[in-house]
Structure formats: C-alpha cells, structure tokens
Antibody
Framework: QVYLVQSGPEVKKPGASVKVSCKAS????????ISWVRQAPGEGVEWMGW????????NSAQKFQGRVTMTTDTSTNTAYMELRSLTSGDTAVYYC????????????????WGQGTLVTVSS | QSALTQPASVSGSPGQSITISCTGT?????????VSWYQQHPGKVPKLIIY???ERPSGVSNRLSGSKSGNTASLTISGVQTEDEAHYFC??????????FGGGTKLTVL
C-alpha cells in the first residue's frame, strides 16, 4: 500500500508562486496517477489537476490552466504542484491523492490522500 | 465544470438511515459510472468510502452504500452511528481526465 507525505506549510505574498511536494512511500506510485485537490478554509474540495506518474500525461481544471504546473520526479517517487500568481483566494489546504483505476481502465477515484499542505497567501 | 450539488447538511438519530444526494449533469454523473464518495472528519484527511458508484473499499462498513439514477448519485448510511458524524463529498469523472466535486454535506447525528 502506498502512502503520501507532503511538504510543510507555506506563507506567500500575493503575486508569488508556491511549489508543494508529495512523496510516495514506494515505487508502486508509478502505476497510478496523482491528482491535486484543494480545500479553502471551511469550504468544500476543488479538483485542480491530474498527472500520470509514469507517462507524464496531465490535465488541469480550466480555472487553473496557465497558472499551475504539475510534474513528477521518478528518481525520488515525488510529485510536485506549482501554483503561480497567488492571490488571497488561493489560501487553502492543498492535497495530493493517488488516482486509481480498476479493470474499467479509467482513472476515476482518489485513495489515499496526502496529509495536506496549508498555503496561506497574505500581504 | 460546475460543482456537483449536494445538500449542505443532513441529520439523523442513531439507528436511522440517511441519504445524501449528489446531482450533476449529463456530462458527468449522468454519463459515467465513475462517482466516488469521501468522508472527512474535522481536521482529518478525506477518506474514500465508495468508488464507481457503489463499490466499497476493503475495510469500509457495509452500512454505507452508493447508487445512481440519471444525473443524481446517492450515498446511504444505514443505522447511523455517532462515528458517522462528518462531512461527505461526492466526486464524478467528467471526461478527458477531469473531475468535479460536490460542495460537501455535513452529517449531524442527533
């Protein structure tokens, strides 16, 4: 069973960028995708994007396109999410999550999730 | 994509059954049998409880069940217990490697 460990909390000023890391416990990471999901304080969750750990195929939600970059480092079993041009509206807990599929072949659910990384954007 | 619609809150007494709805569109919930549900206790990480509409991961109580009709998916908890008090949110595959979540529902056990 793979589990994910994320980098620590960040405080950024408006206009800055943040890069969050997500390290998998073992190499089975490469059999899955990694999604990034955020949750603003007291709010629901919002899917940001997805990357195939092995092939690097990726897609992001329309509202983040052009502002988010997702990558993986196969040598360290680590995924990264960089979000640029931060505003106070980006203050949230950011989660990575293993994106899985069954014999259906479609990656379609998230399990497990990392512990979350709080990103605070404040002047 | 627009968020899936869930009731903000539901409540039930111990032993009762409750159902949480999750309404999408013909482009997501209605098109794909790829609806998943997550439970989140306060301050905790979301936990997968249902995938592919009605499948339960190993270790998840059989009191939890999922279903779908048209553009609406549902999560039913039978015999609600105090430990079930949490936030629940649904998610649907929306095509082209994209996903959409619901706004979340707070379950209160009276």
């Amino acid at each position: 069973q793979v589990y994910l460990v994320q980098s620590g909390p960040e405080v950024k000023k408006p206009g800055a960028s943040v890069k969050v890391s997500c390290k998998a416990s073992n190499h089975t990471f490469f059999n899955y995708g990694i999604s990034w999901v955020r949750q603003a304080p007291g709010e629901g969750v919002e899917w940001m994007g997805w990357i195939s750990a092995r092939q690097g195929n990726r897609n992001s939600a329309q509202k983040f396109q052009g502002r988010v970059t997702m990558t993986t480092d196969t040598s360290t079993n680590t995924a990264y999410m960089e979000l640029r041009s931060l505003t106070s509206g980006d203050t949230a807990v950011y989660y990575c999550a293993v994106t899985r599929r069954t014999k259906t072949g479609t990656y379609n659910f998230f399990d497990p999730w990392g512990q979350g990384t709080l990103v605070t954007v404040s002047s | 994509q627009s968020a899936l619609t869930q009731p903000a809150s539901v409540s039930g007494s111990p032993g009762q059954s409750i159902t949480i709805s999750c309404t999408g569109t013909s482009r997501d919930v209605g098109r794909y049998d790829f609806v998943s549900w997550y439970q989140q206790h306060p301050g905790k990480v979301p936990k997968l409880i249902i995938y592919e509409v009605s499948e339960r991961p190993s270790g998840v109580s059989n009191r939890l069940s999922g279903s779908k009709s048209g553009n609406t998916a549902s999560l039913t908890i039978s015999g609600v217990q105090t430990e079930d008090e949490a936030h629940y949110f649904c998610c649907s595959f929306a095509g082209a490697s994209s996903f959409v979540f619901g706004g979340g529902t707070k379950l209160t056990v009276l």
